[in-house]
């Protein structure tokens, strides 16, 4: 898998709203955790909040797959 | 007595542990994927509305989670090492505590006897700290095992 993390990484933050980069997936949520570089590479991993702040999925996410969109 | 603040400090730090562990333990399940999307929903999958994200680090918090490995996670912690089953009631003390303080209710829970040990002291707290460090050693250990068991290459 590819790995392009610090063009992604550094510009990803906790309040962004964000989509998935690769076209199998189709969703928007909003960053609400940064976990750091946790990744086995070192990749950064945020977390990730699609939906209700009470009713929605989180998960984690690699940031090399994710994209900031407009709020 | 040691501060409060100090023993909530440790589970908060044993929660961030196991958090980092369970997500590490995913991203490298993950990564053993056979192309890219396969690999981000599985590693959605593995992280999707974990328990102790929402809840303290409690060893059934930590079982749940660590139960989407396939991994019965404490029976293998209770083999790596001998003694973990006490520790692990050393968490469940610390949690019981973190969770009295926090809820400002430990005259009501010490009434229930719902506090072992009933008092504690600055080496009680050592105590706990040094029983969640070997519990930490041993679950860095099962989840790098896990992945092996799984067909990956040992994460770490």
């Known amino acids: 898998m590819a790995h392009n993390r610090a063009s992604h990484a550094d510009s990803l933050k906790v309040g962004d709203h964000v989509t998935s980069r690769l076209p199998a997936f189709n969703w928007k949520g909003v960053i609400v955790e940064d976990l750091g570089p946790l990744g086995i590479d070192g990749s950064e991993i945020f977390v990730v909040r699609v939906g209700d702040e009470d009713d929605g999925q989180r998960f984690n996410a690699r940031a090399e797959h994710l994209e900031r969109i407009a709020a | ?156």
């Open chain 2, 1 to 156: 007595m040691n501060s409060p603040g100090k023993r909530d400090a440790t589970a908060a730090r044993f929660q961030g542990f196991a958090r980092a562990l369970h997500a590490q333990t995913a991203d490298a399940i993950a990564l053993g994927a056979h192309d890219a999307n396969y690999a981000v929903l599985l590693y959605r999958s593995l992280t999707n509305n974990t328990v102790l994200e929402r809840h303290n680090a409690q060893p059934n918090s930590i079982a749940d989670d660590f139960g989407r490995f396939g991994l019965d996670i404490w029976a293998e912690v209770d083999r790596e090492r001998s003694g973990n089953d006490e520790r692990r009631k050393k968490l469940w003390a610390l949690i019981a505590w973190r969770n009295a303080i926090a809820h400002d209710d430990i005259d009501a829970k010490l009434e229930r006897r719902a506090l072992e040990p009933s008092t504690i002291s600055l080496a009680t707290c050592r105590g706990w700290r040094s029983a969640l460090n070997i519990l930490a050693t041993s679950l860095d250990k099962v989840a790098a095992d896990r992945c092996r068991a799984l067909g990956l290459p040992r994460p770490w």
